[in-house]
């Protein structure tokens, strides 16, 4: 029996760790790391995927439509206009009432009051007030009362008006259609509707010379009282 050379038999060992390696390789298959950075999933080694930027064996998270993105509701808005100023209120002026004789100013119970003497029905007045953003005279206490006489000095209608639904001279009475009759300074004796019979005939007041009010027909052409704040 012959023996091989130390030659022969280190070509063989080598031979068989080569194949040993070569099989060792076909098994040995790492996963390459994750985290590397990509912008789609060809960028990646297989089986990784790009996710949010990134490669990763993990799928990207569910995202939940039924819940939209949205501001903070309590965050203020940005800008927002300043809150509102009251308006200040009109100057004291006969600027802009109608009026075809004198009006002349002056102020009582801390408002501004004009008297003209131009001689007009009551709706026509009325409207001259509401044109000059007021309205006749309302005459609310004596004090006031006192300071409105000082300037009569003829007959001239205040806001006293009477409803139409009244059944008795002395019911139904407000300042113009909206605020109640509380202080009042009637003369002796009226409202009567002329006759001590509510039949609509005297449905407006005038103030007198001595300051006294008196029921008489609306459509009496007097002077008149404009008052606003």
Same mark, same amino acid.
């Given at each position: 029996?012959?023996?091989?050379?130390? $030659?022969? %038999?280190?070509? !063989? $060992?080598? *031979?068989? &760790?080569?194949?040993?390696? =070569?099989?060792? *390789? =076909? &098994?040995?298959? #790492? +996963?390459?790391? @994750? =985290? *590397?950075?990509? @912008? %789609? %999933?060809?960028?990646? #080694? %297989?089986?990784?995927?790009? /996710?949010? =930027? +990134?490669?990763?064996? !993990? @799928?990207?998270?569910? /995202?939940?439509?039924? /819940? #939209? @993105?949205?501001?903070?509701? *309590?965050?203020?808005?940005i800008d927002a206009p300043p809150p509102p100023i009251d308006a200040a209120p009109l100057a004291c002026s006969t600027a802009g009432l109608t009026c075809s004789g004198t009006a002349t100013m002056f102020t009582c119970g801390g408002n501004c009051w004009v008297l003209c003497t131009g001689h007009q029905p009551r709706d026509t007045a009325s409207a001259a007030c509401t044109g000059w953003m007021g309205a006749l005279g309302q005459i609310d206490d004596a004090t006031e009362q006192s300071c409105v006489d000082a300037h009569v000095n003829a007959v001239a209608w205040i806001g006293l008006v009477q409803s139409r639904t009244a059944t008795r001279p002395g019911d139904g009475w407000t300042w113009n259609t909206t605020n109640p009759l509380v202080f009042t300074h009637w003369q002796s004796g009226v409202p009567d509707d002329a006759d001590n019979n509510e039949n609509g005939s005297e449905q407006c007041a005038k103030i007198q010379t001595d300051g006294t009010w008196d029921d008489v027909t609306c459509g009496s052409s007097i002077n008149f009282f404009c008052e606003r704040p």
């Open positions: 029996m012959s023996l091989a050379s130390p $030659t022969v %038999t280190l070509m !063989r $060992t080598v *031979a068989r &760790c080569a194949a040993l390696l =070569g099989v060792l *390789a =076909g &098994c040995y298959n #790492p +996963s390459p790391p @994750e =985290g *590397a950075s990509c @912008e %789609t %999933t060809v960028q990646c #080694p %297989t089986p990784q995927r790009c /996710v949010l =930027g +990134s490669c990763s064996l !993990r @799928e990207a998270p569910a /995202v939940d439509a039924s /819940v #939209p @993105e949205r501001p903070d509701a *309590a965050a203020p808005p």
